[in-house]
């Protein structure tokens, strides 16, 4: 079973295009303020988020767990702390240890996320999407402009400040994460960047690189017939084997 987690002011129908490539048995789950899930409306943290989920896999038998973005921050967690629920972990697109530059650049988006968050949706978007160049659906970019901008403000504020903060909170935890570990993304993302995956791979005892040429942030949309292939490569190389 492969447990998917989208990323921070998205939902479960991120992940339809992979799910189309994977041919496996998946299930796309809301991470909690999202999709169908009660809003946010208290301060959380990244043990928070990540106990809820795992009130909601409902797989007895450990699951290839697989975390875009802030998802993959929630997945690092569930692997350290419930290892006995995680057969191998991918993380996507995953910020980690930030550097001072990096968490000052990320603080001021959260400090001003609430005072246009229209505006800021449309600058999301763009960075995503760049109409100069990207490939992707624009029926499937519009409604993710639309699943954005569907957000109850205060709870999406919430999320994002776990996304912000939430790769301090895993840090020093990385270490004992004993799942073998897929860290992946793509060359020109500017937020959750190269550099940070290969972070990820030397922080983590059984690592593993790939990063996909020409994609962006939003990899699992852009090209999910490459992270299909690298994820079910993955998880063939490690089937049946138990943290």
């Given at each position: ?20 490539q994977?041919g ?11 999709g ?7 301060e959380?943290s990244?043990?928070?988020l ?6 909601r896999?409902?797989s007895?038998e450990?699951?290839?767990?697989v ?12 692997a ?15 910020v ?5 530059e ?10 001003t ?8 949706v449309?600058?999301?978007?763009e ?15 519009e409604?993710?402009?639309?699943t ?22 895993i ?29 990820l ?16 942030h939003?990899?699992?949309v852009?090209n999910?017939?490459?992270l299909a ?15």
């Amino acid at each position: 079973m492969v447990v998917l987690l989208h990323g921070v002011g998205l939902d479960r129908t991120m992940w339809k295009p992979l799910r189309e490539q994977l041919g496996r048995e998946s299930v796309a789950l809301d991470l909690p303020g999202h999709g169908l899930r009660p809003p946010l409306r208290s301060e959380q943290s990244l043990a928070s988020l990540a106990s809820d989920v795992l009130e909601r896999i409902e797989s007895r038998e450990p699951v290839h767990l697989v975390g875009f973005s802030l998802g993959a921050l929630v997945a690092q967690h569930l692997a350290r702390f419930a290892p006995e629920r995680v057969l191998t972990l991918s993380a996507v697109n995953s910020v980690c240890q930030r550097s001072s530059e990096e968490s000052a650049a990320v603080e001021e988006r959260l400090a001003t996320a609430g005072t246009n968050f229209s505006q800021g949706v449309d600058r999301a978007i763009e960075r995503w999407f760049p109409a100069s160049s990207t490939t992707v659906d624009p029926e499937f970019i519009e409604a993710t402009r639309q699943t954005m901008a569907g957000n109850d403000l205060e709870s999406y504020l919430h999320a994002y400040a776990v996304f912000a903060r939430g790769d301090r909170e895993i840090a020093g935890e990385l270490g004992a994460i004993k799942q073998p570990t897929l860290a992946i993304t793509g060359e020109l993302d500017p937020g959750s960047t190269p550099q940070m995956s290969r972070r990820l791979v030397a922080a983590v005892p059984q690592g593993r690189l790939r990063i996909i040429p020409g994609a962006r942030h939003m990899l699992p949309v852009e090209n999910p017939r490459a992270l299909a292939a690298e994820l079910n490569s993955f998880f063939s190389d490690n089937e049946g084997k138990q943290a």
